[in-house]
């Protein structure tokens, strides 16, 4: 996909939620003012680990200096004890508005802080039973998410992954108080990202983009934008990622925002339900756990027929993932595969564990998620145990 492609994509996106392409330093004091309603408002920043050194943090953090301003760091995955501490400092500033900077992770942890900011006193505990109801907006300071990776989608979605470790489990916050005011798509917060970073994320929004099209909850709309997701991660998928140009990194953060777009709308299926084992029992980011099976899962579900979990039938689920395959270029359910199994085993990122022993417990963890019923081609513990080891011996015969 070109430049002119990625413009007429960014004018279908347009929407009063959404800002493309633009500086994040020139448009804050314009965002912050219009989240509050007022001229003053008290802002806290939640960020991540790596923002001090980032060449574009100190132009943000001047132009947000406008304002009584807290900077606070989320280092690591979102866990209970993190997010009531967040909502505890949200609260004690008083923040009119939560900006969040940063990937999934930090993304995920200011949205969830921001919604149980309203808490009187915000426990681990207590964040671990708001996952179990659902998170309304009303007194909810509202979020601006500046996402500085370009594929969890999360600057998009009405849901936060918080990481339960004591249970080894994944958590999901959900609600209208999760869904940010306003995104800022800055591709100039790309700069800097470290290429295994890089290629996790892209690998987070393949997933995310074919997950969103061939969901038993996909429509139209969830389709239409997995497919486009795809149409412009494409042209990535062969080419060196450490030193990316402006139009690419467009392209990459523009496409994380669709398949977010897509997911809040279908959910994610079983990739997702498998990768939550692979990230804590076997240490993969995300994105990596996500592409890990995401070929083999293809290959699966491009076979559906009379096993489809989908009411409207086998058709709709194999019209949907040729979309997807004529959106990125290829000419084949294998060929599409194949580029994602190349891509999970780029040397950017650290190798793959030896799952094989391990396939029978990840695939019974996963069942129990409800993101693998969203899967379209029935799925039980051999089927996905089959799936894992297959996955492993393709990396390991290499």
């Known amino acids: 996909m070109d430049a002119a492609d990625v413009r007429r994509s960014t004018v279908l996106l347009d929407s009063p939620r959404t800002m493309v392409g633009v500086q994040a330093a020139e448009v804050a004091t314009e965002v ?30 001047a ?8 900077l606070v760091i989320q280092s690591g995955l979102p866990t209970p004890e993190s997010v009531a501490e967040l909502a505890r400092q949200v609260r004690a500033h008083r923040a009119d508005v939560v900006v969040t900077v940063g990937g999934g992770s930090v993304m995920d942890a200011g949205k969830a802080a921001a919604a149980l900011s309203i808490t009187r006193d915000p426990t681990p505990e207590s964040v671990v ?41 994944k958590l999901s916050l959900r609600g209208s108080a999760l869904l940010p005011l306003t995104a800022v798509l800055d591709p100039d917060l790309l700069i800097g990202l470290p290429e295994a970073h890089f290629v996790s994320c892209l690998l987070d929004t393949l997933a995310q983009g074919l997950e969103g099209a061939w969901s038993i909850r996909a429509d139209e709309q969830s389709e239409w934008l997995g497919a486009t997701a795809w149409a412009l991660s494409a042209e990535l998928l062969d080419r060196p990622h450490d030193d990316l140009g402006s139009t690419e990194r467009h392209a990459a953060l523009l496409a994380g925002h669709l398949a977010g777009r897509a997911i809040a709308i279908a959910g994610t299926t079983v990739c997702h339900a498998m990768s939550y084992s692979l990230t804590l029992r076997h240490g993969l980011s995300h994105g990596h756990a996500c592409g890990l099976t995401l070929g083999s899962v293809l290959r699966y579900n491009a076979l559906v027929d009379d096993d489809c979990t989908d009411p409207r039938g086998a058709p709709r689920v194999r019209g949907a993932i040729t979309r997807v395959v004529q959106a990125a270029g290829t000419d084949s359910v294998e060929a599409l595969a194949r580029k994602i199994d190349e891509l999970a085993r780029s040397p950017a990122l650290p190798p793959a564990p030896d799952i094989r022993h391990d396939a029978t417990r990840i695939a019974t963890e996963a069942l129990a998620y409800d993101r693998a019923g969203n899967n379209p081609r029935r799925v039980d513990v051999a089927a996905l145990t089959r799936l894992l080891a297959g996955t492993a011996e393709r990396d390991y015969a290499r």
């Open 32 to 61: 912050v003012t219009a989240a509050a309603g007022t001229t003053t408002p008290r802002v806290i920043v939640i960020a991540g680990s790596g923002f001090a050194v980032r060449s574009w943090s100190e132009p943000l953090l």
């Open 63 to 70: 132009a947000l200096r406008a304002f009584p301003l807290r």
């Open 129 to 169: 039973r708001a996952c179990a109801e659902e998170a309304h907006a009303e007194g909810v300071p509202p979020v601006i998410a500046l996402p500085t990776t370009p594929g969890t989608g999360a600057e998009a979605t009405p849901f936060a992954t918080i990481w339960h470790r004591d249970e080894g489990r």
